[in-house]
């Protein structure tokens, strides 16, 4: 139950989701990767061969050998063919996949699930996507391919989902499949993570070089505000520069961007605006897939208050409230104020981090009330204390806290809240708690 409670799906729609599937792809940048393999592990119907890599291999030959040794440790008699196959002086991608493949088929005839753990330690070369279309077509029925890792490569999976070989796990509350997204015109994939320091991954690869701090800024301005004018943009970045100046910094600017969103067309990387630009406003570009995570948290919270089926309420609060890893671009806005042009943006920054701060709490705040409906005190005191961390000065939130301290017998914690907030309150804004604060302190210490 509790792997259900987390992930939000039960084992019942897991392995509907799965059967049937040569490849299960367990999706990146998810939480729930590793609570996966405990549904694996509690279908006994099904045989786990897990096999994590242990390190950065150097070739695909070295991961296979190493796979061989480590497994034989609990299958003695796995691994014969491809044992073989590796030893020779430059072995192929095929004759590799079908050596693997015969050997997984003396592990009897009962379904198999071959999981393997951080593949993105194998190198991500031809000879790897060679390897991967003849294991997948050499697969004995019985056995299904499971793969986790840090960086699922578009490229190298995408027509297996497409067909129906593979299924994409870990996006089950997203607005779409991310990477996996399939549409009729192949478009880059493109996620962006607002939610912490700030990264963006095109096509499953994060982008590490940016060409200088600029284009990065401006890349999560347009990714965070789907509609802008040039007034908008050059009012936040180019305040200080004459028009022509701040256009020609601009595109140079926005160029750079579409530099990072690319998509090889077989022949070569093509490049894509971020953006498209008509009736005088900046819009997403039609052209790129992309997730957002701070748009999927919004739209959570603005759909959870606004339905009245309670079941699908606590699912969005739940959702929002693990989307929120961290403030909206964590301290990003430091290194802009060492520079005095660039107050503009760290301003931006800071009242957007406050915004969303604000709805946080509030998701917070709500899934404590509905559990205290419950009776689910424990659950709703950590809600609460989660929400005050956030909103230190809401007497309200301490209120609820008093209140379920009392009745949870805590009565030492009661004084300590209200001493707490009374100290707050002096200290930031020279006031003392509201009358009805006072009063029901005092109701609750004479009780």
């Given at each position: 139950m509790m792997y259900?409670?987390?992930?939000?799906?039960?084992?019942?729609?897991?392995?509907?989701?799965?059967?049937?599937?040569?490849l299960v792809l367990l999706y990146p940048q998810t939480p729930y990767r590793n609570l996966f393999l405990s549904h694996f592990l509690a279908d006994d119907k099904q045989t786990l061969v897990y096999y994590c890599i242990p390190?950065?291999?150097?070739?695909?030959?070295?991961?296979?050998?190493?796979?061989?040794?480590?497994l034989q440790a609990s299958y003695p008699t796995?691994?014969?063919?491809?044992?073989?196959?590796?030893?020779?002086?430059?072995?192929?991608?095929?004759?590799?996949?079908?050596?693997?493949?015969?050997?997984?088929?003396?592990?009897?005839?009962?379904?198999?699930?071959?999981?393997?753990?951080?593949?993105?330690?194998?190198?991500?070369?031809?000879?790897?996507?060679?390897?991967?279309?003849?294991?997948?077509?050499?697969?004995?029925?019985?056995?299904?391919?499971?793969?986790?890792?840090?960086?699922l490569a578009y490229q190298t999976w995408r027509d297996y989902v497409a067909n129906g070989i593979a299924v994409v796990l870990g996006t089950e509350r997203r607005a779409n499949d991310v990477i996996f997204t399939i549409e009729e015109q192949i478009k880059p994939q493109l996620e962006v993570y607002a939610f912490g320091r700030g990264h963006a991954i095109v096509n499953g690869q994060?982008?590490?070089?940016?060409?200088?701090?600029?284009?990065?800024?401006?890349?999560?301005?347009?990714?965070?505000?789907?509609?802008?004018t040039r007034d908008d943009i050059f009012t936040t970045f180019w305040t200080n520069l004459p028009v022509k100046e701040a256009t020609n910094?601009?595109?140079?600017?926005?160029?750079?961007?579409?530099?990072?969103?690319?998509?090889?067309?077989?022949?070569?990387?093509?490049?894509?605006?971020?953006?498209?630009?008509?009736?005088?406003?900046?819009?997403p570009?039609?052209?790129?897939?992309?997730?957002?995570?701070?748009?999927?948290?919004?739209?959570?919270?603005?759909?959870?208050?606004?339905?009245?089926?309670?079941?699908?309420?606590?699912?969005l609060y739940r959702y929002a409230i693990d989307l929120y890893k961290s403030p909206f671009l964590d301290k990003m806005e430091h290194r802009l104020e060492q520079k005095d042009e660039n107050h503009r943006v760290a301003q931006w920054i800071r009242s957007r981090r406050?915004?969303?701060?604000?709805?946080?709490?509030?998701?917070?705040?709500?899934?404590?009330?509905?559990?205290?409906?419950?009776?689910?005190?424990q659950s709703a005191l950590g809600y609460f204390n989660r929400a005050v961390h956030e909103l230190p000065e809401r007497e309200d939130i301490h209120r609820e806290i008093m209140q379920l301290y009392y009745q949870l017998g805590m009565k030492?914690?009661?004084?300590?809240?209200?001493?707490?907030?009374?100290?707050l309150l002096d200290t930031r804004l020279g006031i003392k708690p509201a009358p009805v604060t006072a009063e029901l302190y005092t109701t609750l210490s004479r009780s």
């Open positions: 259900q409670e987390i992930t939000r799906v039960s084992l019942d729609e897991f392995r509907e989701k799965t059967y049937g599937k040569r390190h950065h291999m150097k070739s695909l030959r070295e991961w296979l050998s190493d796979m061989v040794t480590t796995f691994g014969e063919k491809l044992s073989e196959a590796v030893k020779k002086k430059s072995p192929s991608a095929e004759y590799l996949a079908e050596s693997l493949s015969s050997d997984l088929s003396v592990l009897g005839n009962k379904p198999v699930t071959l999981y393997i753990d951080q593949l993105d330690y194998v190198p991500f070369d031809e000879k790897f996507n060679d390897f991967i279309v003849n294991f997948i077509d050499n697969l004995p029925n019985h056995i299904q391919w499971v793969v986790s890792s840090r960086v994060e982008i590490t070089s940016w060409d200088g701090a600029l284009p990065r800024n401006l890349f999560f301005y347009f990714v965070d505000n789907p509609l802008l910094v601009f595109h140079v600017t926005k160029r750079k961007i579409s530099e990072r969103i690319t998509l090889w067309d077989g022949e070569k990387d093509v490049t894509y605006e971020l953006t498209t630009y008509a009736s005088g406003f900046y819009t570009s039609p052209l790129v897939v992309r997730h957002y995570d701070v748009a999927e948290f919004q739209s959570a919270i603005d759909t959870a208050m606004l339905t009245s089926d309670m079941h699908l309420k606590e699912q406050l915004e969303l701060q604000q709805l946080y709490a509030q998701a917070l705040i709500n899934m404590g009330r509905i559990c205290k409906n419950r009776n689910e005190l030492a914690d009661v004084d300590r809240q209200y001493q707490y907030l009374k100290e």
